[in-house]
């Protein structure tokens, strides 16, 4: 696997690989990588792209210091995992190297994506997820990127980016990896006692209860539904339970024509917070 430091070798090095009519994908990440991650390298690396890794903990997408400072950087590992799923390039730049201008200013239209759900509960999280993947979509001019659903507001919000910049980047969504049991991985799993594990089944067993019901009863008996059962399972404290279309992320009442919708999660068990959603439309 080759590293790449700076914006001017990795450009230098995509254009090669673009002369010689190499298609790229990128997974872009923030380190720390577990299965899910590599579940969307081997995505990118389907139909024979060069597939690029970036790490780089975005500090524009923290609004607590204190968890940027806290944010886990175990490279060594990375590498390793990332040579053992035979990725052809990481790309490893520094906070100097992607804002050499400290005073830079980004903003961009994002309806009311940064503002409900994660973006209520981390205001200007979204606007740094899209600058920081701007500045990656330009530097690497990626044919496809790869996201995983888990963080389904996430793609919503790079899909908008796309969109409003009209970039030519394909936007791969990758299915959520769950564990046998129905857990959706989660680099904060391990922060879970066993009795913590068991319990946040009750979060995919709440989301497979809606996705069941969802064409013949009405969202709201759904909802409740899939709350009592999380009251049932005791120490699992529920953030929010909606279903919701699937671009805009608004809640809604009812199935409307056309349209497609997602049912979001998040709860606390343990003090971890766990996010986790599911399609409804698709199987
Ligand atoms: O999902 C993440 O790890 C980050 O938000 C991303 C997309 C790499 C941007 O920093």
Redesign the pocket.
């Known amino acids: 696997m080759q590293i790449f430091k700076t914006k001017n070798e990795i450009q230098a090095f995509v254009k090669q690989q673009k002369a010689e009519n190499r298609r790229i994908a990128l997974v ?3 380190g720390a990588l577990h299965s899910g991650h590599l579940s969307l390298l081997d995505k990118a690396k389907e139909n024979n792209t060069l597939t690029i890794c ?1 790490i ?3 500090p524009t ?1 923290f609004n607590d210091p204190k968890d940027l400072e806290k944010y886990p950087r175990p490279l060594e590992n990375d590498i390793r995992l990332l040579e053992k799923a035979e990725c052809d390039v990481l790309f490893l730049p520094d906070v100097q190297e992607m804002y050499p201008d400290k005073d830079e200013k980004w903003h961009i239209d994002l309806g009311s994506l940064d503002q409900i759900w994660e973006g209520a509960n981390r205001p200007g999280h979204f606007q ?2 899209t600058q ?2 701007y500045k ?1 979509f330009t530097i690497i001019e990626p044919d496809v990127a790869c ?2 659903q888990k ?1 389904f507001q ?1 793609v919503m919000v ?1 899909q908008r980016l796309i969109d409003s910049k009209q970039l030519p980047v394909t936007l791969i969504i990758c299915p959520i990896i769950r564990d046998e049991k129905g857990l959706a991985l989660s680099s904060r799993n391990v922060r879970l006692s066993e009795t913590g594990k068991t319990k946040a089944l009750v979060l995919s067993r709440a989301l497979t209860l809606i996705k069941e019901g969802f064409q013949e009863q009405s969202f709201a008996a759904l909802l409740s539904q899939a709350k009592a059962l999380i009251a049932g399972e005791g120490d699992v404290e529920l953030e929010y339970l909606a279903i919701c279309e699937t671009t805009t992320l608004m809640e809604t009442e009812r199935i409307e024509p056309n349209q497609n919708y997602v049912a979001l999660i998040v709860a606390w068990i343990d003090g971890v917070r766990l996010i986790d959603n599911m399609l409804l439309n698709n199987n």
């Open positions: 872009p990440t923030m970036s780089f903990v975005n997408q740094g997820v920081v993947v990656l996201f995983g963080d996430q790079v």
